[in-house]
């Protein structure tokens, strides 16, 4: 017996044999195997004849199992005070280090837990402890800061992240000190210990490690099973603060380069402007957009556009101050502003110099390298902008210019905006003129050749404004394609085309087959497929036919995603043409695989035949090439019999243009086609 016991009983006994006596008096004892065993024992005093106590009885029963039943219904307990409490923390706390000493904090106080610690595995593979408490734990704080002390892969952390399950040890002193906080906590007074493996995102990422300090702490089911269940509650709120960071992420950064977005970007703009206006100091905002960028998509792959691009952020992030704010705008823009007193000349040269650094050598991409170039425009807090929402819009009007302009680098210039206006005002006319059905369809004839008959017509959109007459398309489609609008106009003409041929239909008794030119919005929509079915059945009633022209470089921004629809529309006897091909960058193994029916040679190489020995070759060429695909050529713009003789001598098999007919209204189509059949 332990000695206080001891005490204890022999004084209990005395009491007996003084005449009390002593009932449900429990009693320790140890068996013979070593185990602890517990008795209820009731003692009696012993008198003879005469009432004199000459001794005691004692009466004992074995309660060791319903002693057992006691104690793990206190643990029980405990665990479910940790489980609550940690359910609690989850729900309020939105921090990885907050949540993991909380949850600590819990299980040493609630759980009575001599020590309990959380380890988080590193960039290195090791693991390190990031959170403890309990009695004694300060020497985990003393210790993990030192590069020497190192956790063993036989330790119950290492071992429950590395296998991912459950370790238990109920004897820790039997294996011995096998790392620095086995051995202190060996020291404190622990005999047993529970590693349960914590994930984030379905990953394996820490471990929670719980110490007793008497031993087969863990050897009941059932408290293993909350224990466990503690240890998914952990991982389910790691995952969630991990989904939340990415949200934040997302909200802010650019997941490509890892740049402030628009939203991060303005914000900082913002603040930037207010301390130079309270500095009395100037703000330089610098847009940049590198040079034909669609071209590395088109001819290497998006892999190979991603990884020019995140390098080219790599690039501008080490030219810059820290002081300065650096952003992705858009696909292939980048945005820089850097605070100083700017004047013009000397912010040119910086901003020249600075693009002299970043693109004068190649990038390395994907074994290959590229020589690019960017094109800039400029604008300068105070002078030109007064808030953050201004300065970027007066920046991107100075590139718009730059590019339309061909010029490396332009800054703000008020007559910018003035075109910036009339663009806004253009676009408010346009959707006036969708809504009053101001559009109409113009057709031109395209001729055959060989015969000189009739093949079909293109349908080109006019604008008839009641203020400023007949507008060109070369004013209006820009915008419209700008603002969104020509996804609207552009299922307009679907559905006019079959309402022509309907007319026609009734004054001449025919209608022709009519190609419909269709803008990158109305490829890229879900229902483009749908809405061309719903225009063929439509023109087909009526005895025409639907084609569609698709300008290169549309096709060449998604190509694999682009066929399919293309197949499916093909599969309905659609004749698919390629619109001012030469253009643009297309790739032969693609024009190869597209289903198309016709290449349109644009017209600036027709129009060039006659004065260049270039432009000849390379109408000569795309003639070639496409019959070689078995594809037949239109060349548009055909306006002189120079020309025309030109074209007959290549092969060339179909003609559009003003020698053999100008755009003419839909009642002017019937005349044609008596004229031309």
């Not at 960071?245 to 909200?251: G, H, I, R």
């Not at 203020?467 to 820009?478: D, L, T, V």
């Not at 025919?510 to 079915?533: G, M, Y």
Request: hydrophobic content about 45%; overall charge negative.
């Amino acid at each position: 017996y332990p000695r206080e016991l001891a005490d204890r009983y022999h004084a209990d006994d005395r009491k007996v044999l003084a005449g009390e006596s002593v009932i449900n008096q429990e009693e320790f004892g140890i068996d013979a195997a070593g185990g602890q065993r517990w008795f209820l024992t009731i003692k009696v005093p012993l008198r003879d004849a005469a009432g004199n106590i000459g001794g005691m009885v004692r009466v004992s029963r074995d309660i060791t199992e319903r002693r057992e039943q006691e104690q793990k219904i206190v643990r029980l307990n405990r665990v479910h005070a940790v489980l609550s409490g940690i359910n609690s923390a989850i729900v309020r706390i939105r921090n990885r280090d907050e949540l993991f000493h909380e949850a600590c904090r819990i299980a040493a106080m609630h759980g009575a837990f001599r020590i309990a610690w959380i380890g988080l595995r590193d960039a290195e593979g090791t693991t390190q402890p990031v959170a403890w408490a309990g009695e004694g734990s300060e020497f985990i704080s003393e210790s993990h800061d030192n590069p020497d002390a190192t956790l063993s892969q036989h330790g119950a952390a290492r071992m429950a992240m590395s296998e991912e399950r459950v370790v238990i040890e109920n004897d820790i002193e039997q294996t011995g000190p096998i790392d620095w906080i086995r051995a202190g906590a060996i020291e404190h007074g622990c005999k047993s210990v529970i590693g349960l493996p914590l994930y984030s995102e379905e990953k394996i990422a820490g471990a929670l490690v719980l110490y007793a300090s008497e031993r087969n702490a863990f050897d009941d089911k059932e408290e293993l099973k909350l224990l466990e269940e503690l240890a998914g509650d952990v991982s389910f709120a790691l995952t969630f603060i991990a989904q939340q960071e990415k949200v934040n992420y997302l909200a802010y950064y650019d997941t490509l380069t890892g740049l402030p977005n628009r939203t991060l970007f303005f914000d900082r703009l913002s603040w930037q402007l207010a301390s130079a206006g309270r500095e009395g100091s100037g703000v330089a905002l610098v847009i940049l957009n590198v040079d034909r960028f669609r071209m590395v998509n088109d001819t290497l792959g998006r892999h190979a556009g991603d990884a020019l691009l995140k390098a080219i952020a790599d690039r501008i992030k080490a030219s810059v101050r820290a002081e300065d704010t650096v952003t992705r705008l858009g696909a292939d823009g980048f945005a820089i502003a850097a605070s100083g007193a700017w004047r013009a000349q000397e912010l040119a040269h910086l901003i020249e110099s600075r693009n002299r650094g970043l693109f004068s050598s190649p990038f390395s991409v994907e074994g290959e390298e590229l020589r690019v170039s960017a094109t800039a425009g400029a604008a300068v807090f105070p002078a030109d902008a007064q808030n953050a929402e201004v300065l970027i819009a007066n920046a991107e009007a100075a590139l718009n210019s730059a590019k339309r302009q061909n010029v490396p680098l332009l800054f703000y210039d008020p007559e910018m905006n003035a075109q910036a206006a009339e663009s806004l005002r253009m676009e408010n006319r346009l959707k006036r003129a969708l809504e009053n059905n101001e559009l109409a369809l113009w057709y031109q004839p395209k001729i055959d050749v060989m015969t000189g008959k009739l093949t079909g017509f293109e349908a080109l959109m006019r604008w008839m404004d009641p203020q400023a007459g007949m507008i060109s398309p070369a004013k209006f489609i820009p915008i419209m394609e700008q603002t969104g609008l020509i996804l609207d106009a552009g299922n307009w003409a679907l559905s006019q085309v079959a309402r022509d041929c309907a007319t026609w239909q009734e004054a001449a008794k025919v209608a022709p087959r009519i190609a419909v030119n269709v803008s990158p919005l109305q490829l890229r929509a879900k229902e483009f497929v749908d809405n061309v079915i719903d225009a063929a059945d439509g023109i087909e009633q009526t005895g025409g036919i639907l084609d569609l022209e698709i300008t290169e470089s549309v096709i060449m921004e998604n190509v694999d995603a682009v066929i399919p629809k293309l197949q499916t529309v093909r599969g309905l006897g659609v004749r698919i043409y390629i619109d001012d091909f030469g253009t643009g960058y297309s790739s032969l193994a693609y024009i190869a695989r597209l289903p198309i029916y016709a290449l349109k040679i644009d017209r600036s190489f027709v129009v060039g035949m006659t004065q260049s020995e270039d432009s000849l070759g390379i109408v000569n060429s795309v003639i070639s090439l496409a019959h070689s695909l078995k594809l037949r050529v239109v060349a548009e713009g055909v306006e002189t019999e120079v020309q025309a003789d030109l074209l007959r001598k290549m092969a060339c098999d179909e003609f559009q243009g003003y020698l053999f007919g100008k755009p003419v209204p839909s009642a002017d189509v019937p005349a044609i086609m008596r004229r031309l059949s």
